[in-house]
């Protein structure tokens, strides 16, 4: 059971590149999530969902795009990578309500 | 919206020491807090949660006091060690919706 998984770990993009953030569940979780969390800082929800093809805004969700195709991947797209965007992201997911499981995060530096 | 608070930002104590972390949220209707430990380079990780009907709760060295009343939880761990040394942010919940996090705390346990 690998729990949530995320790929890659590290990446490096330049000034208006895209990528995709990949997330990947093993649990039957219906609910899952993408923070942000900056050096130093807590974390803050960029977008969610609560099933396949639901997805919804969370705090900060300008320069990003999420699709739910099937209930075990929840991608993360950066259209336009800009600096401000250089964090750690982390994938969760839960079943209903109650305790998240994370990923390991993605480290993005964008240059 | 859900609001939550965490004190202290940092917080040092001596092995073999209790430490104590709290939270205060602003949503009365908030009815899970959980508690997730984060290493440096990992992604945070649950150690203890707890639900609204419950006013304690523990687990070995760790605990969870809830005053509903006051709107506040407070995490406690007896007995330091080096290897509790970590980022631990409280969140609350209310039924189905999202996590709410604290800004984390930072201890450090000095053999």
């Known amino acids: 059971n690998a729990g949530v998984t995320q790929t890659p770990k590290f990446r490096i993009l330049k000034i208006g590149q895209s990528m995709t953030l990949q997330c990947t569940q093993d649990?039957?979780?219906?609910?899952m999530y993408w923070y942000r969390q900056d050096p130093g800082m807590g974390l803050k929800l960029i977008y969610y969902?609560?099933?396949?093809?639901?997805?919804d805004k969370g705090e900060v969700p300008n320069g990003y795009n999420v699709s739910r195709s099937t209930t075990e991947d929840f991608p993360l797209r950066l259209e336009l990578a800009a600096p401000s965007q250089t964090s750690v992201y982390f994938c969760?997911?839960?079943?209903?309500?109650?305790?998240?499981?994370f990923g390991s995060g993605t480290r993005l530096t964008v240059v | 919206g859900e609001n939550v608070e965490q004190h202290p930002s940092t917080l040092s104590v001596q092995e073999g020491d209790s430490a104590v972390i709290k939270c205060t949220y602003s949503?009365?209707?908030?009815?899970?807090f959980p508690w997730y430990k984060q290493e440096l380079g990992k992604g945070p990780q649950l150690i203890i949660d707890?639900?609204?009907?419950?006013g304690e709760k523990k687990d070995q060295r760790i605990a969870v006091t809830l005053n509903k009343t006051a709107k506040h939880f407070s995490l406690h761990i007896t007995e330091t060690q080096p290897e509790d040394s970590a980022v631990y942010f409280c969140?609350?919940?209310?039924?189905?919706?999202?996590?709410?996090f604290g800004t984390g705390t930072r201890l450090q346990v000095f053999p």
């Open positions: 969760a997911s839960n079943p209903s309500s109650g305790g998240y499981t």
């Open positions: 649990m039957n979780h219906n609910y």
């Open positions: 969902s609560v099933g396949a093809g639901i997805t």
């Open positions: 949503d009365s209707a908030s009815n899970y």
């Open positions: 707890i639900r609204s009907n419950v």
């Open positions: 969140a609350a919940l209310k039924d189905t919706d999202k996590l709410i």
